[in-house]
Structure formats: C-alpha cells, structure tokens
C-alpha cells in the first residue's frame, strides 16, 4: 500500500506549478486537515521545502538530496520493483537486512538501501567499502521462477542494467568484466553480488546485491583501492543525484527483467556482450601449469566467460584462471 506521505507527495507533485488547496488534499485523500499539516511536517523532516500560504494552500518548493522511503519512493514508476522499500541511515550491510526479510517472507521485488554499510560484503566475504552518503548501497529480495543453475543469468542481466543506466542516462562509457564487475575507464565503478537460497530444482529467493560508488572524492576510497576504484563523480567531475539513480536502476532493473523472464537469456547475452570488457581482445589464461594466449569471445547460457585459443577451440574460463591486466604483446 503506498503511504499516504508518498500520496500527499505525488498530488503536490503533479501540481506543481500551483498551490494545491487543503481541502482539495483532503477530497484527493480522504483524510482530515489537521492530519494533512501533520504528514506536511513529516515531509519538512526528510528534507522537502513545503511553502504553505493561507487561502492559496500548499507547494513543493525544493525536494530532498537527501535519500528515504519517501523520496525513493516519490516518482518512482515501477509496477512491482521498489513496491516494500527499507531505508537504514546505516547498516552493517543491506545483504543480512534481506536475507531475513526473505526468510520472514518478504515480497518479491522488495528493497532494502542504506546511507552507510560498516561491514559491506563482496565475494568469497571479501569486503566491499560503502563510505556515508556517497554511493549506492542496496539489495533486492527476488522469487525468480526459475532453475537455481540459471541464477548466474541475473548477475549478467543486473550488469547490464547497471551498464545501460550510466551509458543512457548519464553519457559514460562502462564495459562489463566478467563476471560482475563494472569499469569506467579501466577501474571498478559497481560491484554486484548475487546470494541464493535454494532447494533442487526450486529457488526460494534470490538477494542482489548492488554497489556503486557515486559521489566519492579520491579521499573517500580506501588508500588500497585508489589505484583500481572509481567512482562516478571521479569520471564525469559532477556529483549526482543518488535517489534519482537509484530510481533508474530500478526501474530498467524491472523491465529488463520482465523481458528476460518472457524472452529468455539471449537478449542479454546480446547486451551483455556489447559492454564485455575485454571481449575480442586477446588475453592470457592460466590452464594448470601452462599460460595460454586466447581471445575472450563471449558468454555461455549459463553466464561462463568464452575463450578461443589458437587452435580454434572454444573453453569455458574460471574465473581465477584470467589475467585481466598483463598484456599479451
Ligand atoms: C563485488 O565483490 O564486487 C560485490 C560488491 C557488492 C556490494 C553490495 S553493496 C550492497 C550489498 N550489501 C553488501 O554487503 N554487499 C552488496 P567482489 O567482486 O568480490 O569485489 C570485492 C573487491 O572489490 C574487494 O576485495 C576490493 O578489492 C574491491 N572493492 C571494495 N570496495 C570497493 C569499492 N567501494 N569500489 C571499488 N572496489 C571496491
């Protein structure tokens, strides 16, 4: 049910050019004027600027940077995607908040997004570094009706929307490294990772996790990762808007992946492949003792990284087998 503070919100806000009366709030609703002036001082705490002038009535005048349940949620035209959002101000990291809620049966499509992460995790419990107010920082719990051996296929469609958001939407050009990686210009912008619960041939659910960093300064990543971490600010010189982002990863997120589950892989794949870092260039593979020269030609159905080697034949890498930075002539 969306909350009558997103409702308020979402009147003022196709109204904005004029004032909108109490009364007409209070028709639109169903709700008395003195619970409207309440939710209005609610607003005024997430960081709306409500101008409210006697006879005339009320006006957005300046909506939050800052990111809530509210504001991620005002504007954002998904069906089901973002429909239950939970928003810490910080959190140890949003991947434990929604494993429990799925197991405490949260809907499908279910957000879980945070200001701060103190122990953000990646891979193989790597740590991922998740500074205030600078990056996104989310979750989503989702019930795929698919076979959990197809899981890998939403890491791969999760890249690409990432991808497709900062190509179409804020002009940059990101490449993909398999398998979950995103790049601006040779180093990390996005991380995601993908945790599954599931029975044989049934997945309970599925929790995505995304990290980008947006708004980071150098001093804001760790000393460590300088060298191979960016952030979006770091490559285009301007800050952005993280709710507003966050809206569109969402919303492509949601599309994307109602055409998968119509279409199947192969869009994606297509995608996927058009921002494969890498993909046509020759590497080295380490294949037991031996380092092979291959061309990285794609991905499989089940989300493997293609090689070619110079005998023609077609492998699946591993991915510890790659060596993404040392050149091969
Ligand atoms: C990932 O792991 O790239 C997955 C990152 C997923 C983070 C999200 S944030 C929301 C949700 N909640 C969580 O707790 N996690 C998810 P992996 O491929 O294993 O990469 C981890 C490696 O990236 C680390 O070992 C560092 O070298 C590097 N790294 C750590 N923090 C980084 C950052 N902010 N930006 C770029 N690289 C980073």
């Not at 945070?114 to 990056?135: C, D, I, M, P, V």
């Not at 037991?288 to 110079?310: C, M, N």
Request: proline fraction near 2%; include cysteine; charged fraction near 25%.
């Amino acid at each position: 049910m969306e909350s009558t503070r997103s409702r308020i919100i979402n009147f003022l806000s196709e109204n904005q050019d004029t004032y909108v009366s109490g009364q007409d709030i209070s028709n639109e609703l169903e709700i008395s004027r003195s619970a409207i002036w309440k939710h209005m001082k609610e607003l005024e705490k997430d960081g709306y600027v409500i101008e409210a002038r006697p006879n005339k009535g009320y006006r957005i005048i300046e909506s939050p940077s800052k990111v809530s349940e509210n504001t991620l949620q005002w504007g954002l035209s998904t069906e089901w995607l973002g429909k239950s959002i939970i928003h810490k101000e910080s959190t140890s990291s949003t991947q434990i908040i929604a494993h429990k809620l799925a197991m405490e049966n949260a809907e499908h499509g279910t957000v879980v997004i945070a200001n701060e992460q103190t122990a953000g995790k990646g891979r193989l419990n790597r740590e991922w570094h998740s500074a205030k107010y600078k990056g996104i920082w989310l979750s989503l719990v989702l019930r795929p009706n698919i076979l959990p051996n197809l899981a890998p296929q939403l890491t791969l469609l999760c890249a690409t929307v990432l991808a497709t958001v900062l190509k179409e939407e804020l002009n940059l050009d990101p490449k993909i490294k398999w398998p979950n990686d995103i790049m601006l210009e040779d180093k990390k912008v996005a991380g995601i990772l993908t945790e599954m619960q599931a029975e044989q041939d049934k997945i309970n659910y599925i929790v995505i996790g995304i990290g980008m960093n947006v708004n980071h300064d150098m001093k804001d990543l760790p000393n460590d990762i300088q060298y191979r971490a960016t952030s979006l600010k770091l490559q285009s010189g301007k800050e952005w808007d993280i709710t507003k982002l966050i809206q569109s990863i969402l919303e492509r997120f949601e599309s994307t992946y109602m055409e998968y589950m119509q279409n199947g892989f192969s869009t994606i794949k297509e995608i996927w492949e058009s921002y494969g870092y890498r993909i046509g260039e020759k590497m080295h593979i380490k294949m037991f003792k031996e380092v092979k020269k291959a061309i990285l030609v794609g991905i499989a159905e089940d989300g493997a990284l293609l090689a070619q080697y110079e005998d023609g034949l077609v492998n699946k890498v591993f991915s510890g087998e790659i060596e993404w930075f040392s050149k091969t002539e």
